[in-house]
């Protein structure tokens, strides 16, 4: 059966240490993955895009990778901070649809 | 940011009772969604919407039904609501060949059902 798994529903990191997320995915083969944010009581936010022929995608203290033969994808935040506590994620690429990961928990303590 | 609204934002009903969620976007974008989010699921698709008047079934589409008679407007109606339909609802949209494929949302509408 299709599953998207994240690797934690809750994770916490120290202030300034680098936070890593973890999407896993079986039995879709899609050309795109998308990272999204969202913030309690809110709509998601879109972050980042890595498509299947890209290994790493950045963006200010965001980089994500992409291994289409592990069906995993990380999303990192270096020099994190309070404000990058939120829930994270990941998406993947239905044809015009998207199926949804669970989501992770970050708290970034100070 | 596209301009996504959803109406209402909070509502409590009675089992058994209709319930009709809209979705505004002033963006002129061509797909719409409608998603549940429930604890331990994640963003799960109910329907959506390729067009005016063109929608098709998501994942959990039993119970619902979908309408777009405007580019604008997608309305989600619930026609006897059940209290396994508690949660969270967000509309999204996207535009045709983005390069990203990004999704926009709206800020969510809570729908208790007694």
């Known amino acids: 059966s299709q599953k998207i798994e994240q690797n934690s529903e809750a994770l916490n990191i120290q202030e300034g240490k680098t936070a890593t997320l973890t999407c896993n995915y079986t039995n879709y083969s899609p050309a795109y993955l998308q990272w999204y944010r969202q913030d309690p009581g809110r709509g998601p936010v879109f972050l980042l895009l890595?498509?299947?022929?890209?290994k790493e995608k950045r963006k200010e203290r965001l980089k994500v990778t992409f291994d289409t033969t592990l069906k995993q994808s990380l999303f990192h935040i270096t020099a994190s901070q309070p404000a990058d506590s939120a829930t994270y994620l990941c998406?993947?690429?239905?044809?015009?649809?998207?199926?949804f990961g669970p989501g992770t928990r970050l708290s970034v303590l100070p | 940011d596209a301009g996504i609204t959803q109406s209402p934002r909070h509502k409590v009903t009675e089992t058994g009772t209709p319930v009709t969620l809209r979705c505004h976007q002033t963006e002129n974008h061509r797909y719409m969604y409608w998603y549940r989010q429930d604890p331990g699921h994640g963003l799960r698709l109910i329907h959506y919407s390729y067009g005016v008047k063109d929608t098709d079934k998501g994942e959990v589409s039993d119970g619902y039904s979908v309408s777009r008679s405007k580019t604008e407007d997608f309305l989600l109606t619930l026609e006897s609501a059940t209290s396994s339909q508690t949660s969270v609802y967000f509309c999204?949209?996207?535009?045709?060949?983005?390069?990203?494929?990004?999704?926009?949302f709206g800020e969510g509408s809570r729908l208790t059902v007694l």
């Open positions: 890595i498509r299947e022929n890209e």
């Open positions: 999204a949209s996207k535009r045709t060949g983005a390069d990203t494929g990004e999704l926009f």
């Open positions: 998406a993947l690429a239905a044809g015009q649809n998207f199926v």
